[in-house]
């Protein structure tokens, strides 16, 4: 029987040992795990694959490498965290291929200061590129997705639905837009304001990779509440479902209690002030928006 991803995380939560006090294993964005001398790491680790997750028809080689270290670096910033170093592998790449692959690689490793230590090449049938990520947060405790509370503030650090509106406009017979299609091919990982909310007092957050609708809803299960959204803000040329379901947007969707502090540290940081979306309720089976039912939709894999 085919299975959602989330299922299987269930099921292997079942089989694998529970993390020691303190840290935080399966289920979230990153693993927390206790460094040396009291410090916080962060672990995190997402591959791309051929057909799946991108096509080359419409990225370069370049680009599913930097989207490949993006994604990962997108995990650390929704912990609140800061990347330190990364780890790639990457199987069913030429040599020529493999070279264009690094050229993306190396580019989001000089933008996000996470430079690739080492990895693996492996033949395969199809491409396939696994990166890992380390981090640590500094200052701040790590954010998870299990913090929020019922009348806590939702925020998102931008517009949504510009990488899907690319991915629409690149497949089929309309003129591309500039804007969208950059955001499909080179999402950026919002570090700054990951850090910035952690400090701002985020109590729980998540970076919007699957959808808006369905990275909502894994924050209000993983914390116990329900969702009341009042607004989505849309990106030009993106349409209120793609805002809701696309993904691969990787801006920060977090829960705070204090909006007066968040606007605060975000102008003192001179980043763009996120975006007040709806409340956080007590009751968890709440998911709405503008008063209507919320659809709880978005890309999950199905493991046949």
């Known amino acids: ?9 269930a099921m292997l939560e079942h089989l ?8 935080t294993w399966l289920g979230d ?6 460094g040396p001398g009291g410090s916080t790491l962060l672990l995190a680790t997402d591959a791309v694959v051929d057909g799946v997750h991108f096509d080359l028809r419409w990225s370069s080689l370049a680009d599913v490498g930097w989207k490949a270290l993006t994604a990962n670096v997108s995990d650390i910033a929704a912990m609140g965290g800061e990347p330190i170093a990364s780890v790639v592998a990457v199987a069913g790449a030429s040599a020529a291929d493999l070279e264009l692959l690094y050229e993306g690689l190396v580019d989001a490793a000089a933008t996000y200061g996470c430079p690739v230590v080492g990895g693996d090449l492996s033949a395969a049938t199809e491409l396939v590129v696994s990166v890992a990520v380390l981090g640590t947060v500094r200052g701040v405790s790590p954010v998870l997705r299990s913090g929020a509370l019922g009348g806590d503030t939702l925020f998102v650090t931008g ?3 510009r990488s899907a509106a690319g991915l629409r406009l690149l497949s089929g017979d309309q003129v591309p837009d500039d804007e969208c299609v950059g955001a499909h091919r080179r999402p950026v990982a919002r570090l700054e304001q990951g850090s910035c909310a952690a400090r701002a007092g985020a109590r729980a957050m998540i970076d919007v990779s ?10 209000a299960c993983a914390s116990g509440v329900g969702i009341d959204l009042a607004d989505v803000p849309v990106a030009p040329g993106a349409t209120l ?4 379901t696309g993904g691969e947007d990787y801006e920060l969707a977090f829960a ?5 502090r968040v606007a605060a540290h975000f102008a003192a940081e001179g980043l763009a002030c996120p975006l007040a979306i709806g409340t956080c309720t007590a009751d968890p089976s709440t998911r709405r928006l503008r008063g209507e039912r919320l659809q709880v939709a978005g890309y999950e894999h199905r493991l046949d």
Request: charged fraction near 35%; charge should be negative.
């Open 29 to 34: 964005d990153a693993a927390v795990l206790g």
């Open 256 to 260: 705070a209690a204090d909006p007066e």
């Open 210 to 219: 699957d959808g808006l609708a369905i990275d909502l809803d894994r924050l």
């Open 159 to 161: 517009a949504l639905g």
């Open 16 to 23: 694998l040992p529970k993390a020691p006090r303190g840290e």
């Open 241 to 244: 479902e793609e805002a809701l």
């Open 1 to 9: 029987m085919a299975q959602t991803e989330r299922e299987a995380i």
